[in-house]
């Protein structure tokens, strides 16, 4: 065997804590505090405990560069000063400056180092000769490299505010009284003023100001269901849809989450989708066979649904059970009283094309021409609440030139978020000079189902027995202002019994993606929902949005119950046939 070179055995053993002896040269650990007794200029180091960490911090700070000696006391200079470090901010911090010492190659070029104190952190900077000049210090400290957020709040990040710049009238409105708070569904379960509109501007103001946005800024903000019940109880009318739509927008667009990439670039692969037609029909021809051949009653008895990710997961569990019928259009009746589009949308065209049909042929019932309009896509609602602005603004010039196309009287929504979305458009889009007036014009036009036939519906729509309870979607019962009309449609038909439930008009959980990407607050939300459905002991529940259909349908089917979900359509098209 070859023995080991010289100068990499040490002359003497050294006797470890339980008293065995370590031969020459023999380990890692050896090593380590060879190097560290070098730097330190001690024969021995401390024993373990705070003095063997503060030999050690002491040894981080000391060490040399290879081929000089060890730090000695007087061999740095220090300063102190205020200057602004690369976060934006101003902060006190001790330059130090080792002074070079000897001649020759390495010590006039590698010993020259600054290290800078700063959050309380030690970071090498770049080779700078040692200087009290206040303009030269600064330099040093800009070219340091930006301290590491740690570790809450995290990923600190500034951001261009321009979307809220936009809004700032609306964020000043805030009087900050606090009658927001009850009405706040996340408020309601948390108690936080994080979770509350008020705390959210708050948040806002904040980034507005030029304040850091932080993870936990993002969470609060992500946590807003944009269910818009503040909206009614606020006193001062703050606008609090368009500043939460805001603030996402800068987030989605400026900041770089180190975290959940991936759940990012899902989320928009499947926003892409429901912004594409074909995409769209493929996407629900792979579901139908997922379906038909079996696959997942599979997968739901042998457990493998709890191997998909979690929005996976989400997702399969609220897809509605396949065979409802695709949309087709009745016959135009032969003198219209009007001629009206039906907007198809996306998650309407796939889960229920059945509720499109029964929407259709009601208002052909009531002498009105349904006309097509084969252009139309997505309405934009869901990407303008994940705060894909641009996304949005381009399906809603989509929309308006489709329905414009189509020379139709009004464009009828059956759906209550879109609708929402649809007569927002004119704001949306009242920075751009070449669509604006086009905008504000189409928006004039829309109407949700339920208005449109109250208005134009006679005082008897049928006949059917039934006992059934209503719930309120946010987006049209807050942002739309529309309650009493559909228990008014209800009322006209004989024999169905109305019972109202508590709390009808707060949320359900559904909220867009909410159900997704916030799992915890939907099911809290969904609880709460579904408990005051059985209480009121209806055999239907009836709703006039289908994501509210979706998550009450996956409540109700989690507790074992099998109470019906329907459209106020549905219900009027059965009474009437």
């Given amino acids: 065997m070859r023995p080991p070179r010289r100068e990499h055995v040490r002359a003497r053993e050294r ?38 960490r503060r030999a050690r911090r002491l040894a981080r700070r000391a060490r040399a560069p290879a081929g000089t000696r060890p730090l000695e006391r007087g061999d740095l200079s220090r300063e102190r000063y205020r200057i602004s470090l690369p976060c934006g901010r101003s902060r006190d911090v001790h330059a130090y400056a080792r002074r070079p010492r000897g001649r020759g190659r390495r010590s006039g070029r590698r010993a020259r180092h600054t290290r800078v104190q700063a959050r309380g952190r030690w970071r090498l900077g770049s080779p700078a000769r040692p200087t009290r000049d206040r303009a030269r210090a600064e330099a040093t400290l800009r070219s340091t490299r930006r301290p590491r957020a740690r570790p809450h709040p995290a990923s600190l990040v500034r951001v261009t505010i321009a979307p809220l710049h936009e809004v700032e009238p609306g964020l000043r409105q805030c009087i900050h009284c606090g009658m927001c708070l009850e009405a706040c569904p996340t408020y309601q379960i948390t108690r936080l003023e994080t979770e509350s509109p008020r705390g959210r501007i708050h948040l806002m103001l904040n980034m507005l100001e030029g304040g850091p946005t932080s993870d936990t800024t993002r969470l609060h903000l992500d946590r807003c269901l944009a269910c818009r019940a503040c909206e009614v109880v606020c006193p001062s009318g703050v606008p609090y849809g368009h500043l939460i739509e805001a603030a996402r927008t800068v987030i989605a667009t400026e900041t770089r989450p180190r975290r959940g990439w991936l759940s990012g670039r899902l989320r928009r692969l499947a926003l892409g989708v429901l912004a594409d037609p074909p995409s769209l029909a493929r996407a629900a021809l792979i579901l139908g066979l997922y379906q038909r051949l079996g696959v997942r009653s599979l997968l739901h008895a042998t457990g493998a649904t709890r ?40 998650v309407m065209r796939v889960a229920y094309g059945d509720v499109h049909t029964a929407a259709a042929r009601i208002l052909a019932r009531q002498g009105i021409a349904v006309i097509d309009a084969p252009a139309q896509t997505c309405c934009g609602a869901l990407h303008a609440h994940a705060g894909e602005r641009e996304d949005a603004r381009a399906l809603a010039r989509r929309n308006i030139a489709a329905f414009d196309e189509a020379d139709v009287d009004w464009v009828v929504v059956d759906a209550a978020g879109c609708g929402a979305q649809l007569k927002g458009y004119g704001a949306l889009l009242a920075d751009d000079d070449a669509w604006r007036e086009r905008a504000v014009a189409f928006a004039a036009k829309v109407r949700d189902v339920n208005e449109y036939l109250a208005e134009i519906a006679g005082e008897r729509l049928g006949r059917l027995d039934l006992r059934a309870t209503y719930q309120d979607p946010c987006h049209l019962a807050h942002a739309q202002g529309i309650r009493k009309q559909p228990r008014d449609l209800l009322s006209r038909v004989h024999g169905l019994e109305l019972l109202e439930m508590a709390d009808a008009d707060v949320c359900c959980g559904s909220a867009g993606s909410y159900n997704i ?21 209806a055999n239907a529940v009836i709703s006039a949005n289908p994501g509210c259909m979706l998550q009450i349908e996956a409540g109700l089917r989690a507790r074992g119950s099998r109470i019906e979900v329907l459209h106020v359509v549905e219900v009027l098209d059965r009474a009437i046939s």
Wanted: proline letters at 13%.
């Fill in 15 to 52: 006797t470890s804590r339980r008293g065995r002896t370590r031969h020459p040269g023999g380990g890692r650990a050896d090593r380590r505090d060879q190097r560290r007794r070098s730097d330190l200029g001690v024969d021995r180091l401390p024993p373990g405990g705070h003095g063997r």
């Fill in 307 to 346: 191997l998909l990710p979690r929005g996976l997961r989400r997702l399969e569990a609220l897809y509605p059970p396949f065979g409802r019928p695709r949309y087709r259009a009745p016959s135009p009746p032969p003198a219209p009283r009007a001629r009206v589009a039906l907007l198809l949308g996306c």
């Fill in 517 to 537: 990407t916030q799992p915890e607050y939907a099911d809290r939300l969904l609880a709460r929902k579904v408990d005051a459905i059985l209480a009121t002991g």
